[in-house]
T-cell receptor, first 114, second 112 residues
Framework: NAGVTQTPKFQVLKTGQSMTLQCAQD?????MSWYRQDPGMGLRLIHYSVGAGITDQGEVPNGYNVSRSTTEDFPLRLLSAAPSQTSVYFCASSYSVASGNEQFFGPGTRLTVL | QQQVKQSPQSLIVQKGGISIINCAYENTAFDYFPWYQQFPGKGPALLIAIRPDVSEKKEGRFTISFNKSAKQFSLHIMDSQPGDSATYFC???????????WGAGTKLIIKP
């Protein structure tokens, strides 16, 4: 199993550009989520999905869109990049939505918006 | 009421010493308390977790101590090693609400 994979690993954007961060898992996990990590602020939830076709907003959803057409893939779209979106982005998945299930994280995408 | 407060923000410990990281929470409905470990350039990974029906859980050199009345839990790393240098996050969740509420993280440096 590859686990949770993310691409790209690094990305530099100009303000106003759009892009998609890719996330895939091969563990048949029901729950997937996107976090951003900023210094001193821990992990903040952007969007999450409890299954194919079902998504919902997390703590900091503004400026981001998601979709989940398959169990495996959960891409994150930046519609019009802003410098405030400079961050490290992590995708995570979990077997089920029950509390107490381990979350498996991808290696992250480091995004810089100029 | 949803917050998990983690301290200290950073910690330097000599090799062989005990590293202690603390977390406090407000919501008494929380029933799952994991600790995640993150190395530079990597995603976090589950280290150890506890439920409130026990006061302590030990896995090797890592121990979670849980104080339900004080609404606090802590991670103890015994005989700390340079390889333990990482950022540690505490978190909490409740019942059917699978969302983890995260602490801000502690950067731990173990000096040789």
């Amino acid at each position: 199993n590859a686990g949770v994979t993310q691409t790209p690993k690094f990305q530099v954007l100009k303000t106003g550009q759009s892009m998609t961060l890719q996330c895939a898992q091969d563990m048949n996990h029901e729950y997937m989520s996107w976090y951003r990590q900023d210094p001193g602020m821990g992990l903040r939830l952007i969007h999450y999905s409890v299954g194919a076709g079902i998504t919902d907003q997390g703590e900091v959803p503004n400026g981001y869109n998601v979709s989940r057409s398959t169990t495996e893939d959960f891409p994150l779209r930046l519609l019009s990049a802003a410098p405030s979106q400079t961050s490290v982005y992590f995708c995570a998945s979990s077997y089920s939505v029950a509390s107490g299930n381990e979350q498996f994280f991808g290696p992250g995408t480091r995004l810089t918006v100029l | 009421q949803q917050q998990v407060k983690q301290s200290p923000q950073s910690l330097i410990v000599q090799k062989g010493g005990i590293s202690i990281i603390n977390c406090a929470y407000e919501n008494t409905a929380f029933d799952y308390f994991p600790w995640y470990q993150q190395f530079p350039g990597k995603g976090p990974a589950l280290l150890i977790a506890i439920r409130p029906d026990v006061s302590e859980k030990k896995e090797g050199r890592f121990t979670i101590s849980f104080n339900k009345s004080a609404k606090q839990f802590s991670l103890h790393i015994m005989d700390s090693q340079p390889g333990d240098s990482a950022t540690y996050f505490c978190a909490a969740s409740k019942g059917s609400n699978y969302q983890l509420i995260w602490g801000a993280g502690t950067k731990l440096i173990i000096k040789p």
